[in-house]
């Protein structure tokens, strides 16, 4: 089973849709996880955090399953500018830290 | 403040030459990191330094890849000899202590095209 799984799509979507991604990860001790937003040609940037069973930030809401090993990222009311490929990223060190990203799921949103 | 700095941004050599990456980290965050993107991919994991040491550099294909952060500060990543397969963009990455926290902060990246 690989590290991280992410279905690449791309998900193509109309403004104001709603969509969810999923993300399987392999190393159930992970404790922490973490949301990365690349846009095309750009490097990643944090998005959100992920430390207990989920997180909300706004209109985006990362959701966690330990028991199936998923963990998943909620955009409500999307907007064109939401357009960007959204990796995964398990921390897979502990406190020594290891962060093993997926390959990303790619969103367009189109007006 | 100034973000994660990386030069050159953009480079083609052909196989078999040598290539170097600098990169210059926020000031100071004790942890810089080397990933490679290869299209289509996430970033992978090189090396990580904590300040001037070596925390992590098992993935680094250390035949032909070679990285050092001297002074604890700036780092360079060289390639020698190049081949076609390390084709990728090279992402130069730091923050304030180990990865656990999660929030790396990328440079903007090195793109090198083997031919």
């Known amino acids: 089973r690989k590290e991280v799984e992410q279905d690449p799509g791309p998900f193509n979507v109309p403004e104001g849709a709603t969509v969810a991604f999923n993300c399987t990860y392999s190393n159930s001790a992970s404790q922490s996880f973490f949301w990365y937003r690349q846009d095309c040609r750009k490097e990643p940037k944090l998005l959100m955090s992920v430390y207990s069973s989920g997180n909300e930030d706004g209109r985006f809401t990362a959701q966690l399953n330990r028991a199936s090993q998923y963990i998943s990222l909620l955009i409500r009311d999307s907007k064109l500018s939401d357009s960007a490929t959204y990796l995964c990223v398990p921390n897979y060190g502990g406190s020594q830290g290891n962060l093993i990203f997926g390959k990303g799921t790619k969103l367009s949103v189109k007006p | 403040e100034a973000g994660v700095a990386q030069s050159p941004r953009y480079k083609i050599i052909e196989k078999r030459q040598s290539v170097a990456f600098w990169c210059n980290p926020i000031?100071?965050?004790?942890?810089l990191y080397w990933y490679q993107q290869i299209l289509g991919q996430g970033p992978k994991l090189l090396i990580q330094?904590?300040?001037?040491?070596?925390?992590?550099d098992s993935q680094l294909p250390k035949d032909r890849f070679s990285a050092e952060r001297l002074k604890g500060v700036d780092s360079t990543l060289k390639i020698q000899p190049a081949k076609l397969e390390d084709s990728a963009v090279y992402l130069c990455?730091?923050?304030?202590?180990?990865?656990?926290?999660?929030?790396?902060?990328f440079g903007e990246g090195s793109r090198l095209t083997v031919l």
């Open positions: 000031s100071g965050h004790a942890t």
């Open positions: 330094f904590q300040n001037n040491g070596v925390v992590d």
């Open positions: 990455a730091s923050s304030l202590g180990l990865s656990s926290t999660g929030e790396l902060f």
